[in-house]
């Protein structure tokens, strides 16, 4: 099935991070190919341009740029807030939403350029080779796929020591042993001694939530305003998806919402511990979720909490072009017709909570909910409806634990008498 991997011409996702920019020489000379570099931005932050020179430098032929913020916004941030999406209920699964967008940008600048193959710089111990194959495997069978990382068996030092040996020019970060993945979602930071479960993430590794005692002593209110699922304004101010994910990344990250630390089963059959900074994903998927609470009616309300989890859990383990993911986001489409409104969050100190949430399409009647007189919910019926409600209970709980139980006999006795009176039967 692997091409046989002779390539002319590669095409490299470069972030113009250490192993990325080592990749591009190591690849030149590997396998004697030309190499042009592609650098995608999803709303990272760091220098940008200052990576596009500095790949060309380093022996690329051409270094490409393509802004995809707006297409990860709306094509795939969007959909993953109609599902509420946390993998294994925590993790807003910021790095696995931006790679098949990464990978399918890639295919299309390899065939525009005519690379014969394409290149990226993950390990091989991670989910993102997974997400990067998977995608451009389905999306272009024909192209080859390196990963030097995956190859070339060197660890930091060793990267360092071939950027000197071969006059590469790599930007020397202060020496930060963590790996950190970025983008307009999320911000991943793994290794170092976040990889001992049993210690703390110390502060340093933090960076979108500030320091935790810089965090303001009273809490900030921020009204978000959904149409269909999507949010579309803070504040009553209507906002594109990239500069409203952004300024909610600000609002919320300076109170410290978002911060996750969990234990995390990667789809290479490994648990690791993950930290995460995702102050505006964690802020408006509770707005979404509160809003939907208010219109959705209980039966699907549960439903989509499966169908929730499951688009989760595809999205983690690189199947975004498949059919299952479609179908499942055109159910999710489906539900969200209604779930237009507006929630106020309340920030504060590591929280984002819901506090007001309206809707033209609310579900919750007043005159049925509340306990004043002018309720109209008929309160006899009650009595009625919990007669037949409970009846295959009555009939069915402890047959088996009757037999066990017998030695005991005041159990089973009261049953009768708990009942609540009914009408006579007419
Ligand atoms: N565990 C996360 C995921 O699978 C984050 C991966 C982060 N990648 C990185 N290069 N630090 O989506």
Redesign the pocket.
């Known amino acids: 099935m692997a091409a046989p991997i002779a390539p002319r011409h590669v095409l490299l996702a470069y972030s113009g991070g250490l192993d990325t920019s080592v990749a591009i020489s190591w690849i030149a000379e590997r396998y004697g190919a030309s190499v042009t570099t592609l650098t995608v931005d999803v709303g990272q932050q760091g220098e940008l341009e200052g990576a596009l020179a500095r790949a060309k430098r380093n022996g690329a032929r051409e270094a490409r740029f393509v802004d995809a913020k707006a297409a990860f916004a709306q094509e795939f941030v969007w959909p993953a807030v109609t599902a509420n999406a946390l993998y294994q209920g925590a993790?807003p699964?910021?790095?696995?939403l931006a790679r098949p967008l990464i990978a399918r940008t890639l295919v299309e600048v390899a065939r525009q350029v005519g690379a014969d193959a394409v290149a990226h710089g993950?390990t091989g111990k991670?989910?993102?080779q997974v997400r990067f194959d998977v995608a451009i495997q389905t999306l272009a069978p024909e192209l080859a796929i390196i990963a030097p990382v995956r190859e070339w068996n060197m660890n930091r030092e060793d990267e360092i020591r071939y950027a000197k040996d071969h006059s590469l020019e790599i930007r020397v970060t202060p020496k930060t042993p963590y790996?950190?993945?970025e983008n307009l979602w999320g911000r991943?930071?793994?290794g170092g001694i976040l990889e001992d479960p049993d210690r703390p993430a110390p502060e340093e590794v933090f960076d979108w939530t500030g320091r935790s005692d810089s965090w303001p002593a009273s809490p900030e209110e921020v009204v978000v305003t959904f149409e269909r699922g999507v949010p579309v304004a803070l504040d009553g101010r209507r906002m594109d998806p990239v500069p409203l994910v952004r300024e909610m990344n600000q609002r919320a990250g300076a109170n410290g919402v978002g911060r996750i630390d969990h234990v995390?089963d990667?789809v290479v059959g490994i648990k690791?511990r993950?930290t995460?900074e995702c102050p505006g994903a964690v802020a408006l998927i509770e707005a979404h979720r509160a809003l939907e609470s208010l219109v959705l009616p209980r039966d699907l309300l549960s439903f989509k909490s499966l169908i929730d989890r499951r688009f989760g859990e595809v999205v983690?383990e690189g199947m975004w072009f498949s059919p299952l993911r479609e179908a499942l986001q055109a159910f999710l489409e489906r539900t969200q017709e209604v779930v237009s409104g507006d929630v106020t969050l309340r920030l504060f100190q590591g929280n984002a909570k819901a506090t007001r949430r309206r809707s033209p399409y609310s579900l919750l009647a007043p005159e049925l909910a509340t306990y004043a007189a002018s309720s109209t919910f008929r309160q006899d019926a009650a009595v009625g409806f919990i007669h037949l409600y409970g009846l295959a209970n009555e009939r069915a709980y402890g047959r088996g634990k009757e037999s066990r139980e017998r030695t005991s006999p005041s159990k089973g006795r009261t049953k009768r008498a708990a009942r609540a009176i009914l009408p006579a039967s007419p």
Do not use: F, M, V
């Open positions: 993790y699964l910021s790095t696995a993950c991670g989910n993102d790996s950190i993945d991943s930071i793994e995390e990667r690791s993950e995460y983690y």
